[in-house]
């Protein structure tokens, strides 16, 4: 007993001690390396710098950032969040363009960054950013107009003689060869923004000049309208093709609050999207995004969530989407069937009639059925209709039910 007694902190190996310590908040962890100098030491191990999370700790400042980019902070960082001060009656500078390029400079395989009511107005664009992004997500912040332009960088404005020199060549091929982005410098391949009010028709177009962006997903941003969609949408034009050209996934989804006039901006699919591949539509989106989904020739995969919807809206839909490999149902509740013979007299030719048979084999084992009705297949009738209309389509159910009729 005398020997587990003396046992202390000090006996354990360094990796140990690291693995407990990356349990700890930021804010603990640098309580920690307070402890003595073995901790001080430890504590500045870049592996536990990998992932940070100052969105639980109140009160962070511009100061408390400087302090943490000097001592902590550094080549391990792989994402960082961080919580403005937007909502904070303090107020204050939180981000500063010298802060941000010491980001840059200190931290050069930082990926990924979220900002969580930051107020960003105080920054002329988004080129102040770290160029090792690959992912950028906004929630509740406040943008410049701005904010997403690409203007041309210093050193694109050479001298005739700068420009002819061999120095100068061999730097522009050593830049190509080690696979940099575009001169803009800006790599974000995946932009989130999620309840962003200042997001309008304008940013939405300077995103048009962002040559990686692949993924984008628009949550709540109530001033994108369809226009909006329509003018950034990728399609032929005069020097090939025009808009979001590289963009595979695009989410649209509009579920807060209440006082906003509705701008269904998914109505913007209407005019087509070259290459888009999948798409995800949320809450008052979704009815006006089926209605435009067939002109989606490249779409593969469509997932519906946070809404309300009928087996009719769903199968006259997806007779337009023979394309479509995955279709997934997130959150959704499905109206109860109520008037079956206007369901079957839509379908004319043969594809109405396998619906009929499908309808009516359904109501005969309909009991049967029930009584063995998974929680994630809450509609077996609609499942069976996908299936006869999208014969390589994988649907997937995650948290649906159906909506229970007063009467």
């Known amino acids: 007993m005398d020997e587990y007694k003396a046992c202390n902190l000090d006996y354990f190996p360094e990796n140990i001690l690291i693995d407990v310590l990356s349990f700890l908040s930021v804010r603990e962890v640098v309580r920690a390396g307070r402890v003595c100098k073995r901790w001080k030491r430890l504590v500045k191990d870049q ?18 950032l400087w302090l943490l980019l000097r001592q902590y902070l550094g080549c391990g960082l792989r994402c960082l969040r961080l919580r403005g001060l937007l ?24 990926s990924k960054l979220y ?22 997500e906004l929630r ?36 190509k060869g080690k696979g940099q982005a575009s001169p803009s410098g800006i ?24 040559e990686r962006l692949r993924r984008l997903e628009l949550r709540d941003t109530f001033r994108v309208t369809a226009n909006g969609l329509r003018s950034s949408a990728a399609k032929e034009g005069v020097c090939g093709v025009e808009g979001l050209s590289r963009l595979k996934f695009l989410e649209i989804g509009i579920t807060g609050r209440q006082g906003y006039q509705l701008q269904m901006a998914s109505l913007g699919l209407g005019a087509g999207w070259l290459g888009l591949e999948e798409l995800s539509l949320g809450g008052k989106e979704v009815g006006p995004g089926l209605l435009c989904a067939s002109r989606l020739k490249d779409l593969k995969c469509l997932c519906l969530w946070a809404c309300t919807l ?45 619906h009929d048979n499908d309808e009516a084999a359904g109501g005969d084992n309909s009991n049967d059925e029930n009584r063995t009705l998974d929680a994630n297949d809450p509609i077996p ?6 299936a006869a209309l999208l014969p390589s389509c994988t649907v997937v159910f995650t948290n649906c039910s159906v909506q229970i009729n007063p009467d």
Request: positive net charge; glycine residues 8%.
């Open 140 to 175: 509740g912040c406040e943008l410049p107009r701005e904010f997403f332009n690409q203007t041309s960088p210093a050193s694109s404005q050479e001298t005739p003689e700068a420009t002819s020199s061999v120095g100068a060549q061999q730097k522009r091929r050593d830049q």
């Open 187 to 210: 790599g974000i391949d995946t932009l989130v923004l999620n309840n962003v009010p200042s997001f309008t028709d304008q940013h939405l177009q300077s995103l048009t000049t962002w």
């Open 47 to 64: 592996r536990l710098w990998r992932l940070v999370d100052l969105t639980t700790w109140k009160g962070v400042t511009s100061r408390i």
């Open 310 to 354: 009928s087996k009719m809206q769903v199968v006259r839909s997806c007779r337009m989407l023979r394309g479509l490999r995955r279709l997934e149902f997130l959150d959704v509740i499905f109206q109860p069937p109520q008037c079956p013979p206007v369901v079957e007299g839509e379908g004319g030719g043969g594809g109405g009639e396998e």
């Open 381 to 386: 009738s609609l499942r069976r209709s996908l």
């Open 115 to 136: 900002l969580l009511h930051a107020d960003l107005r105080g920054l002329p664009s988004c080129q102040l950013l770290p160029p090792s992004l690959l992912v950028l």
């Open 87 to 110: 909502l904070s009656a303090r107020g204050g500078t939180f981000l500063s363009e010298s802060w941000l390029k010491a980001l840059s400079t200190k931290c050069p395989r930082l």
